[in-house]
Structures are given as C-alpha cells and as structure tokens.
C-alpha cells in the first residue's frame, strides 16, 4: 500500500521496495523524464537507514521486536501529518525518506527476527542486509561486496536498458540483453566445470 502511495501520489518512487526503486531510479539515470531521481535517492537512503535501526535495536534492545514497531509507527504518522501540510517539493522528499525510513525498519526486523516465511524482493532483502548487518549497525559486515554489486547491478541494468530503447528501440536493448546472458551463462557452465 505505502508503495502505491509514494508511487502514485510522492512522484514515481517507491519507499519499501527496493528492487523496483533501483530500476526506476536506473531509468531516470539512462534518461526516462517521468522519474524524480532526488526522490529515489532520499528513499533509497532512508530504507537503508531504517535497517541500520533495526540492526542497532536487534542488538541493543531486549525486547526490540515491540520497539521496533512503535518507531515505524511513529515514522507513518509523522510522515501522515507532513503530508496532510501540503506537499511541497522539500515536504514530499520528507514523506519520502520517512517512510523509507520505516520501511526499511520493518524490512529489517522481519529478516533478523527471522520470520522466513514474509518474502521481501530480492534487492529490498539485499539493502536490509547490507545495512542491518554492516558494521555501522554493530554486525561484521560480512557479504557486503556481493550485496553491493547485485545493487549496482540491477541499477545498471535498468540505466542501461532505458538508454538503449530510448535511442534505438526494445528490440537492441532485448538483443544486448540476450548477448550479457549468454555470456553470463557461458562462465557459468564454464567455472562449474572447472571447480
């Protein structure tokens, strides 16, 4: 629901998933003009934040599970009342990184509860490790090179795909996206055979 809303109503970007974020925000990189880049960066930042709150409370709070539900909760109703103001342009990015905010929490602290049947997308699950167990939330970090890449990756992707149809059509940009799996699959088969 709050993706619908931030989509819909806060200019094109969402504040809990992420995946969908990277790749709008990949768009608006390779060109696309109905996409706010500002606005994908302050939720991008924000849902981040939020893991590392989580990280910190998992780790600090005995019984963080609650408190971690009454900060999110805190953070929809601050982000309710700044856009009931009027949503200016700095008032929209506030509701953004807010729910951002909370979004991430709640990410989060599902995936270090360990409640593993609420499936997130894989780039929302990939930032909310990056952050909860990064050494800023008090973790060792430990994976964050490959969390990292499948980020910048998808963001690349996206990037470059809506730069390749915007100058010469689906068809090239679908054809370059054949030639990168078929090397992609190549070294694969290739480094499975040789372990």
């Not at 709050?2 to 990277?22: C, I, K, P, Q, R």
């Not at 939720?43 to 998992?58: E, I, Q």
Request: glycine letters at 16%; aromatic letters at 6%; charged letters at 10%.
């Amino acid at each position: 629901m709050l993706d619908a809303v931030s989509y819909l109503g806060l200019g094109h970007v969402f504040v809990a998933n992420m995946t969908g974020n990277v790749v709008v925000l990949g768009m608006a990189l390779g060109g696309s003009p109905d996409f706010s880049t500002p606005g994908c960066l302050v939720a991008l930042a924000g849902f981040v934040g939020g893991t590392v709150v989580s990280g910190r409370l998992a780790r600090a709070v005995p019984r963080w599970p609650l408190l971690a539900l009454v900060v999110e909760s805190v953070l929809l109703v601050a982000a309710t009342v700044v856009a009931f103001a009027g949503l200016t342009s700095g008032r929209r990015l506030a509701v953004i990184c807010l729910l951002g905010l909370a979004m991430g929490l709640r990410t989060a602290s599902i995936r270090l509860a360990g409640v593993s049947d609420i499936t997130t997308t894989v780039i929302t699950s990939t930032l909310a490790a990056l952050g909860a167990h990064s050494a800023l939330a008090g973790g060792d970090g430990a994976g964050w090179g490959r969390r990292l890449g499948a980020v910048l990756l998808l963001l690349a992707g996206a990037g470059g795909g809506a730069w390749l149809i915007l100058r010469w059509g689906p068809g090239v940009a679908l054809a370059v996206a054949v030639g990168l799996q078929g090397v992609a699959g190549g070294a694969y088969a290739y480094l499975s055979r040789h372990r």
